[in-house]
C-alpha cells in the first residue's frame, strides 16, 4: 500500500496561512510535525504544505467519505492513481483559487494606497476558497460575535455530530485507490482529530428526527448559544424546500444573479447583509460580492483616499448606506476581483495588527540594561 502524494502546478504564490485561517474557512489545523495544514473539503480529507518554490505545491490525501468512494468507484479511471491524482488537482486548484491572481491587483490597490505592497506584501499571496455552499452558511452564521478559534471548534462539533465519517484510502500495489474500513486508532490523532465530512442540510435535518426544537437542542448543548434557534429554523427552512440549492445538492449554482443570490439568503434566519456577501463569495463565487464590517471599514478608509468614499466615517454604526457605498467602491475599482480585493484588505489589516502589537525591540531592552548598570556598580562601592 502507498501514500496518495503529489504535486499541483501554480500560477502564482499563495500563502496557505493567510488563506486557510484568514477567516474563510474553519476545517483546517495546522499539523507542525508534518508541516502541513490538514483539513476536509467536500468530503476529503487531505493536507497542503506552503511552497517551496513558486511553481508547485505539494499535498497529500488521506481520506474521503463513503459517499465519495462511491463516486470514484464507479469509474475505472478514477479508480487508479493516475486519474485520481489528476481529479484531485483540478479539484485541489478550485478549492484554492488557485487561478484567480491577487497579484494582478497589485498595481490596481497601489495606485489608491502604497502601504499594502511596502508593508504587507505576502497579503497579495491570498485566495479565495471555493467552498460548499451549505457549509458557509451555517459557518458564517456560527461567525456572528466570534472569534476564529471558537468558530472553528463549533463547526468541527457540527461536523463529528452530523457528518458522514470519513475513511482511509490508499493505493495498492495495481495503482489502485483502495478505500480501508477498519479504522486505526490513530486514525484521528494523526490528521488533528478530523474525522467527518460537514454534513448536508438534510443529513442535519434527519438526525434531528425533522424536530426543529430537537435540532435547537442539540445545538445549544454543543455551545452553539444564540445562534442555536437561528441554525434549527433555518434547516427547517430548507427542509421544506428540497429544491433549495443549500437543501442536499452543493454541485450545482442556482444562483446567476448576484442580487438576486444575496437577496434571497438574507431570507433565512440568521443571515444579514454581511453574512450573506460572506456565503455568496466563498460558497457561490460571485467576485463582486463584498462582505463589510466595522474593520473593514476602517482598514478601507484609512488606506484608500477616493472620492467615491469621502464623507464617510471611521467610526460609529455601520450603516446600510455605508455597506452599499463602500461595496460598490470595490465593485467599480476592482471588477470580478472585488471579493478577493477586501480579502487582501482584510490580511493586511491582520499583518498590521501582529506588527502594532509587537513587543520592544532588543535595541530598547538593552539601553534600560546600560541605565541598571551604574547601579550596580555603585552597590559594589558601597560594599
Known amino acids: 500500500m502507498g501514500r496518495i502524494v503529489g504535486k499541483i502546478p501554480l500560477t502564482s504564490m499563495i500563502n496557505l496561512k493567510d488563506t486557510l485561517k484568514g477567516g ?13 495544514y490538514c483539513g476536509v473539503a467536500k468530503g476529503i480529507l487531505f493536507g497542503v504544505s506552503e511552497p517551496s518554490t513558486s511553481n508547485e505545491l505539494e499535498y497529500q490525501v488521506y481520506g474521503l467519505t463513503k459517499e465519495r468512494w462511491d463516486y470514484f468507484s464507479e469509474s475505472n479511471l478514477l479508480r487508479t492513481s493516475y486519474g485520481f491524482c489528476n481529479f484531485f488537482q483540478r479539484f485541489l486548484g478550485e478549492y484554492l483559487g488557485i487561478e484567480k491572481n491577487a497579484h494582478s491587483l497589485q498595481d490596481s490597490i497601489t495606485e489608491f494606497s502604497k502601504n499594502i505592497s511596502m508593508h504587507s506584501p505576502q497579503a497579495f499571496q491570498v485566495k479565495v476558497l471555493a467552498q460548499e455552499r451549505f457549509e458557509t452558511l451555517i459557518a458564517f452564521i456560527t461567525s456572528a460575535n466570534n472569534n476564529i478559534e471558537r468558530i472553528t471548534k463549533l463547526v468541527s462539533k457540527f461536523s463529528e455530530e452530523f457528518g458522514e465519517e470519513i475513511y482511509p484510502i490508499e493505493i495498492d500495489n495495481k495503482e489502485e485507490l483502495q478505500i480501508i474500513e477498519k479504522i486505526s486508532p490513530d486514525f484521528s490523532n494523526e490528521h488533528l482529530g478530523f474525522r ?11 438526525s434531528s428526527e425533522e424536530s426543529a426544537e430537537k435540532l435547537e437542542a442539540k445545538l445549544r448543548l454543543m455551545g452553539y448559544g444564540y445562534r442555536a434557534p437561528y441554525i434549527a429554523e ?3 427552512t430548507l ?10 445538492n452543493y454541485d450545482v449554482n442556482e444562483f446567476k444573479d448576484y442580487e438576486k443570490c444575496v437577496t434571497t439568503l438574507q431570507t433565512l434566519k440568521g443571515v444579514g ?34 472620492q467615491d468614499l469621502r464623507g464617510l466615517k471611521v467610526d460609529g454604526s455601520l450603516t446600510v448606506t455605508d455597506y452599499k457605498r463602500i461595496g460598490d467602491f470595490y465593485r467599480l475599482s476592482f471588477g470580478q476581483f472585488a471579493g478577493l480585493a477586501q480579502q487582501v484588505m482584510f490580511v493586511y489589516s491582520l499583518h498590521r495588527s501582529k506588527n502594532l502589537n509587537k513587543p520592544l525591540k532588543k535595541a530598547q531592552s538593552a539601553k534600560t540594561k546600560a541605565k541598571a548598570k551604574p547601579r550596580a556598580k555603585a552597590k559594589q562601592r558601597k560594599k
Open 24 to 36: 474563510q474557512s474553519f476545517r483546517f489545523r495546522f499539523s507542525d510535525g508534518e508541516k502541513k
Open 196 to 206: 467527518h465530512a460537514f454534513p448536508t442540510a438534510k443529513m442535519v435535518w434527519d
Open 234 to 236: 433555518t434547516i427547517e
Open 239 to 248: 427542509a421544506a424546500d428540497p429544491s433549495h440549492p443549500f437543501y442536499d
Open 273 to 306: 447583509k454581511k453574512v450573506a456577501d460572506c456565503i455568496a463569495l466563498h460558497g457561490f463565487q460571485f467576485g463582486c460580492s463584498v462582505p463589510i464590517d466595522v474593520h473593514i471599514r476602517r482598514i478601507t478608509l484609512n488606506e484608500f483616499k477616493h
